[in-house]
């Protein structure tokens, strides 16, 4: 039984403390009974508890764990007649925060892709310039939080939902798989590759798609429902760029973080300018190329990697 189990049940704290006094207690037991104690013992003495009263209660202790009072100081009897004292109302408060599960964060570079394999036989492909963060062991839910954009592929486990939380919106699944888009310089987007998902947006409104749908989180407003080719959503997974009369500010992100560049947009009256196109493992210079030759661009290189998009002269 892991100690958690033991909160609010004075027998099995009882046990506990027994085990303690022997000696008998694991490493992880013995710090809890001993974080736990001192969390009572700051309490107790507020409540100034008498040696008097202390000496009472200890004896029923005493009785009922049967071990001889003289192996017991009074402080510590102070220590563990606090916790019947409150009832056991708060009991083992710091051991939940001892044995919280260990937290794994998982980041790519931009320009870095990478395959996450979680401890449920869930997977995570992580895109450019992303960030997720989750418990080494899941308990009774699977909480992910997500930076960035990524592709989850969902081990069903109808006991454990899984939830993604990112900056502005949370989803929920059973197992599916699904693209979240979350970077912050646009608004978030949730595409389902398989089965169903719940979106949350941060007004608690809530929305259900399935395939070929996606979920925009529009900014001063609230999340839209429209009909997209999930396939193209995870394009990414396969190195290869989708454009859809997106806009050039946007398409210039993409680049950066796809190919660790940093891309200034010298007239600001050319960022709503939008770009279609399709591009599958093509170099750098293929791709601004193209979109110079679409949209009578001019292309600088400051250096290799710091780049200017300005209005083409004659």
């Not at 080494?136 to 960035?148: K, V």
């Not at 699904?178 to 719940?198: A, C, L, P, R, W």
């Not at 749908?213 to 900014?219: E, F, H, N, P, Y």
């Amino acid at each position: 039984m892991s100690i958690k189990a033991y909160i609010l049940k004075k027998e099995n704290f009882l046990l506990l403390a027994k085990k303690y006094e022997e000696g008998t207690c694991t490493p992880e037991e013995k710090a809890a009974v001993e974080t736990f104690f001192d969390k009572m013992q700051e309490q107790s003495s507020e409540h100034q508890i008498s040696d008097e009263k202390g000496d009472v209660i200890l004896n029923k202790i005493l009785l009922e764990l049967q071990v001889k009072p003289k192996k017991y100081s009074i402080r510590k009897a102070l220590r563990i007649a606090a916790v019947l004292v409150t009832g056991l109302t708060i009991a083992f408060t710091a051991a939940k925060f001892i044995f919280k599960p260990k937290e794994i964060t998982q980041i790519t570079a931009k320009g870095e892709k990478k395959e996450i394999y979680l401890e449920d036989g869930s997977v995570i492909v992580l895109n450019s310039n992303s960030s997720v963060t989750y418990p080494e062991e899941f308990e009774t839910t699977r909480n992910i939080q997500l930076t960035g954009q990524a592709y989850f592929k969902v081990f069903r486990d109808v006991k454990r939902p899984f939830i993604v939380q990112t900056h502005d919106v949370k989803v929920r699944v059973l197992g599916t798989s699904f693209d979240i888009n979350s970077y912050n310089h646009h608004d978030t987007k949730v595409s389902v590759i398989t089965g169903k998902v719940e979106v949350t947006s941060p007004t608690g409104k809530k929305v259900q798609i399935t395939k070929n749908q996606q979920a925009d989180l529009i900014k001063n407003s609230d999340l839209q429902i429209s009909a997209e080719n999930s396939d193209d959503k995870i394009a990414w997974i396969s190195n290869t760029i989708i454009l859809k009369n997106t806009k050039l500010s946007e398409t210039v992100k993409i680049i950066e973080n796809w190919y660790n560049v940093d891309i200034v947009i010298e007239d600001q009256e050319l960022n709503d300018l939008t770009i279609s196109g399709k591009f599958k493992d093509e170099k750098l210079e293929n791709v601004l190329e193209s979109i110079a030759y679409l949209k009578q661009l001019k292309i600088n290189y400051k250096t290799k990697n710091q780049i200017i998009i300005r209005k083409q002269t004659k």
